[in-house]
Every structure is written in structure tokens, then in C-alpha cells.
């Protein structure tokens, strides 16, 4: 019997340290993010700049993932030649797809633009550097071990853990990708992205390949914003 969304409704004293490791890194930076308003305010009533919002989400991140890092048994196995060759291929479509002239009524960007003003000064260059590095090495770490490793695996079974990525069912791999697909405003986008790195984990059971494959997709991203100006899509 499926599981289904009912994990989200469970005190966090039910939640099993494999669990923790999976859900917390991720919950953190969401949290921060629906604060970032709070966030700015308080970093401007000290003087502060409002950029480092992102740079405190990306630490605590990082602080959660280092506190748990003895559990993450599905990144001890390294990815081979092959692996990595098709996690740099899936990570290429995946940005080709999201950036895509995509209509407003499946997620496009809204018209119009706004800019990051980058001045060249250390400062901004500070920014530019942390901004990139959370996007492309941090998150993808948090979204993989959330989406593919912990919940399209909780959806099969109440025991993840024991849930090989192999059997996945088309339900949990679809369930998961429209979950992660909500996460995004480019949802269209974001829902082919989910299925692709769900694909490569079920195939390769291995889920560096998705990891890379994410991270791939987000430095590729994150280069043409910076290289284009295209700063709606940060």
C-alpha cells in the first residue's frame, strides 16, 4: 500500500534520522526563503545588504547536510565515466528545455526585467560567486536527496530506505516530478526535469548521476544569467 502524502502530516519526533537527513536540509532553505522578506529587513535595519539572504540560506544548508552526512548512504558509491557522461547530457536538456520561449499560462517568466546591479566592485563579486556555487553545488545536493532519494521512494513504501530506485513505480517517479515541478514557477519546466533526473536515478540507481545531472543543469543556468543578464531566472 502506497504511502502517499500522508508523511507530511507526522510530528517531527516521528520522523526517523534517515528521514531527518532528507527532509531537514531542504525544509531549512524553504523556510528561509518564505522569510527572506523578514530576512531583508533585518539585514537592512543593520546595515546590511539584502543579497545575503540567499548566502545565510545557502550556510544553513550547507551546516545541515555536514550534521547528517554519515546517513547519506546512497552518495558513498561514485559515479563512473559513463554516469557522469549522462549525467552532463541530461543536465544540458534539462536547461535547454527551461529556458525555452515557454506561453505565461504553463509558467513563462512575466515580461519585463529587473537587474541585478553588479558593479564589478568585491562586493558584488562576492554575491555573484555565492549566489552561483549554492545553486550549482548546494542545491541540487538538497532537491535530490528530498525529491528522488527520500519522497519518490516514500511513495512506493513507508520504509524508503528499503525501496530500491530500480522499482520505482511510474507513480512515485510521476507523483514526485509534479511535487518538484509546484516547486518552480517554470512548473512545464520543471516537471520535465523532475521526470529526466527521477529517470537517471531509476536507471542508474545510483543517485550521483541525478546530483550531477541537477548541478549540470543549474551552473549551465546559472552562467547564461549571469553572461546575459537574464535575472528574472534567479
Not at 549554492?134 to 524508503?160: C, H, N, Q, T
Request: hydrophobic share 55%; proline share 4%.
Amino acid at each position: 500500500m502506497k504511502s502517499g502524502l500522508i508523511v507530511w502530516f507526522r510530528p517531527v519526533s516521528m520522523f526517523s534520522v534517515q528521514e531527518r537527513a532528507r527532509v531537514f536540509p531542504f525544509i531549512g532553505f524553504i523556510l528561509l526563503l518564505a522569510a527572506e522578506p523578514l530576512l531583508k529587513t533585518g539585514l537592512t535595519s543593520i546595515g546590511l545588504s539584502v543579497q545575503l539572504t540567499y548566502v545565510l540560506r545557502t550556510l544553513l544548508a550547507v551546516c545541515v547536510l555536514f550534521y547528517y552526512r554519515e546517513h547519506y548512504i546512497e552518495l558513498v558509491q561514485r559515479p563512473r565515466v559513463h554516469h557522469v557522461f549522462w549525467a552532463l547530457l541530461s543536465g544540458l536538456i534539462v536547461f535547454l528545455l527551461w529556458i525555452l520561449p515557454y506561453p505565461e499560462w504553463i509558467g513563462s517568466k512575466k515580461s519585463g526585467s529587473f537587474a541585478i546591479p553588479i558593479m564589478g566592485n568585491p562586493a558584488d563579486l562576492f554575491w555573484l560567486a555565492c549566489r552561483w556555487t549554492g545553486s550549482a553545488l548546494i542545491v541540487p545536493v538538497i532537491e535530490e536527496l528530498f525529491w528522488r532519494s527520500y519522497l519518490m521512494r516514500k511513495l512506493d513504501a513507508s520504509d524508503f530506505m528499503a525501496v530500491s530506485p530500480v522499482t520505482a513505480s511510474a507513480y512515485a517517479v510521476v507523483a514526485s516530478s509534479v511535487l518538484f515541478a509546484v516547486e518552480h514557477q517554470l512548473w512545464l519546466a520543471g516537471l520535465l526535469a523532475g521526470l529526466v533526473y527521477a529517470c537517471l536515478y531509476r536507471r542508474f540507481q545510483l543517485l550521483w548521476v541525478s546530483v550531477l545531472a541537477h548541478m549540470t543543469t543549474n551552473a549551465i543556468l546559472g552562467m547564461w544569467v549571469i553572461a546575459g543578464g537574464h535575472w528574472l531566472y534567479w
